[in-house]
């Protein structure tokens, strides 16, 4: 399983030679992020891989421990992978690893709408705008019976809309720019502008290639520090 964390940017159109057709596209900012925390199945009961995205200047104090030694990322997501994947801990995820053709699956936060009454949130037609109507011609009407006397669990009423986890599947990738970290995806994307997005396709992740040399740095320094052998003593 291939996976990136992106925002969205931009709707934008694409014009393709080889068809001659205009493809409408979104534009995500996808990577560069680095994986954060790799979660085993021995130690936490499941593979996943903890993926940092987007930087900002102040961080809660736990998160400054979290992230010791990386930087003060704004957005952590975790990607569930199987054994066969190596992953590593501050392994870089670019906009690379997908390539045009490919279908992927886009996770995303949609537009929240606020409070909204039935005819808007759940398509009533509300009531005739004659014969003793007055004021009642977006309200939902009766919400149950006497006998009852409660209202059912799940009855349509008014309440608030959007802000809701989506997920769109079979998105074609229509092109990659992996210097400038875009990704050109064929369609619409659930969000609005600059909203988070969670990208995953099948397949392979690149090697590993971590930027943790803390550990060699720690080896040459015992290394230099170590003590001289003492001469015997001589009398």
Same mark, same amino acid.
């Given at each position: 399983?291939?996976?990136?964390?992106?925002?969205?940017?931009?709707?934008?159109? $694409? *014009? +393709? #030679?080889?068809?001659?057709?205009? %493809?409408?596209?979104?534009?995500?900012?996808? !990577?560069?992020?680095? &994986? =954060?925390?790799?979660?085993?199945?021995?130690?936490?009961?499941?593979?996943?891989?903890?993926?940092?995205?987007?930087?900002?200047?102040?961080?809660?104090?736990?998160?400054?421990?979290?992230?010791?030694?990386?930087?003060?990322?704004?957005?952590?997501?975790?990607?569930?992978?199987?054994?066969?994947?190596?992953?590593?801990?501050?392994?870089?995820?670019?906009?690379? $690893? *997908? +390539? #045009?053709?490919?279908?992927?699956? %886009?996770?995303?936060?949609?537009?929240?709408? !606020?409070?909204?009454? &039935? =005819?808007?949130?759940?398509?009533?037609?509300?009531?005739?705008?004659?014969?003793?109507?007055?004021?009642?011609?977006?309200?939902?009407?009766?919400?149950?019976?006497?006998?009852?006397?409660?209202?059912?669990?799940?009855?349509?009423?008014?309440?608030?809309?959007?802000?809701?986890?989506?997920?769109?599947?079979?998105?074609?990738?229509?092109?990659?720019?992996?210097?400038?970290?875009?990704?050109?995806?064929?369609?619409? %994307?659930?969000?609005?502008?600059?909203?988070?997005?969670?990208?995953?396709?099948?397949?392979?992740?690149?090697?590993?290639?971590?930027?943790?040399?803390?550990?060699?740095?720690?080896?040459?320094?015992?290394?230099?520090?170590?003590?001289?052998?003492?001469?015997?003593?001589?009398?």
């Amino acid at each position: 399983m291939k996976f990136i964390l992106g925002r969205k940017l931009k709707m934008t159109q $694409i *014009f +393709q #030679a080889d068809t001659g057709k205009v %493809v409408p596209v979104t534009m995500i900012e996808a !990577g560069p992020c680095q &994986v =954060v925390q790799v979660k085993t199945l021995e130690k936490d009961g499941y593979r996943a891989a903890q993926v940092g995205f987007l930087t900002k200047r102040k961080i809660s104090r736990p998160l400054l421990g979290h992230l010791k030694g990386l930087p003060n990322f704004r957005y952590l997501k975790e990607f569930l992978f199987d054994d066969q994947q190596a992953i590593a801990k501050g392994q870089q995820i670019t906009a690379d $690893i *997908f +390539q #045009a053709g490919e279908k992927v699956k %886009v996770t995303g936060f949609s537009k929240g709408q !606020g409070f909204q009454g &039935v =005819v808007k949130r759940h398509g009533f037609h509300g009531s005739p705008a004659s014969h003793g109507h007055k004021d009642q011609l977006r309200m939902p009407g009766s919400i149950g019976a006497t006998a009852p006397q409660h209202v059912f669990k799940g009855t349509r009423m008014a309440g608030r809309m959007g802000n809701e986890k989506i997920s769109v599947l079979n998105l074609e990738v229509v092109d990659v720019q992996g210097k400038q970290n875009l990704i050109y995806l064929k369609g619409a %994307v659930p969000g609005a502008r600059n909203s988070l997005l969670l990208i995953q396709a099948p397949g392979e992740m690149p090697a590993v290639v971590t930027s943790d040399k803390s550990a060699e740095a720690k080896e040459e320094v015992k290394e230099e520090r170590a003590p001289a052998a003492i001469p015997p003593n001589v009398s």
